[in-house]
């Protein structure tokens, strides 16, 4: 009996002699299924990890503007409440004057959303607020 290795898409055994028939082998890589690249192959030294991560990241920063309860344009600390855009390019408006205060703020901030008293917030929606407002 011979053996013989040979092929190019992997390893290819020829077996042949006098009591048998020519029969030929193909060698590839066993099949492994991946779930998102990661191997679902059995491993019996793995290591398990089951300890709860910790979801608590800290306060984000609008939930530190609002539990400062002041409105950003007056300083009032009176029926706080947040006034909200759709998108920043909004404030961009072309061939508007001088923008008001409040649109100042929020481009330079680079934030969608204001702190503001009740009065300012309604000021902002009429639009007639300047942010200049004085505490009363």
Known sequence: MRLKYSGRLG???????????????????PLIARWGGISL??????????????VWAG????EKRLLADTCELC???EHVEVHHIRALKDLQRKGQDERPRW????AARRRKTL??????????HAGRADGRRQLE
């Open 11 to 29: 390893k290819v055994a020829h077996f042949s002699g006098s009591e048998w028939p020519s029969i030929s082998i193909a060698f590839t890589k």
């Open 41 to 54: 192959a059995r491993r019996n030294k793995a290591i398990l990890d089951d300890s709860i991560a910790p």
């Open 59 to 62: 306060r984000s920063e609008l």
């Open 75 to 77: 300083g009032s600390r």
């Open 103 to 106: 649109v100042q703020i929020m």
């Open 115 to 124: 702190v503001a008293c009740r009065k300012c917030h309604q000021d902002i």
